[in-house]
């Protein structure tokens, strides 16, 4: 079993930053692919960023301003963002599968945070 949890988000300006975070915890946590979606009002919930033992993907539309990092050590990972829009705006959520494939596709994760939300004013 593997349980992870959000936290950091919240109101910022267009064009700021802000970081959020995962933890994870379980005994295969480590092994673990860790990734984020976002889910706006009335939309899908989409892929935002995924980090593993194999590597990371980062989705186009975001990746000259977001930034995924991972602590193994510590159980931890993180979304860096930056010049953040608007549209940025949405509930996010830490997610995790049981092996480390670089999946983009929310059906493929099993585990599942509460999901935070992020707004960002224009």
């Known amino acids: 079993q593997v349980q992870v949890a959000e936290s950091g988000g919240g109101l910022v300006q267009a064009g700021g930053s802000l970081r959020l975070s995962c933890e994870g915890a379980?005994?295969?946590?480590?092994?673990?692919?860790m990734a984020w979606f976002r889910q706006a009002p009335g939309k899908e919930r989409e892929f935002v960023a995924v980090?593993?033992?194999?590597?990371?993907r980062v989705q186009d539309s975001v990746k000259d301003r977001f930034i995924i990092t991972r602590d193994n050590i510590h159980n931890t990972m993180a979304l860096h963002m930056s010049d953040l829009r608007p549209e940025d705006s949405a509930v996010y959520y830490c997610?995790?599968?049981?092996?480390?494939?670089?999946?983009?596709?929310?059906?493929?994760?099993?585990?599942w945070g509460q999901g935070i939300q992020v707004t960002v004013s224009g």
């Open positions: 997610a995790a599968r049981v092996d480390d494939g670089l999946e983009l596709s929310p059906s493929k994760y099993e585990y």
């Open positions: 980090i593993s033992l194999q590597g990371a």
């Open positions: 379980g005994r295969t946590v480590s092994r673990s692919a």
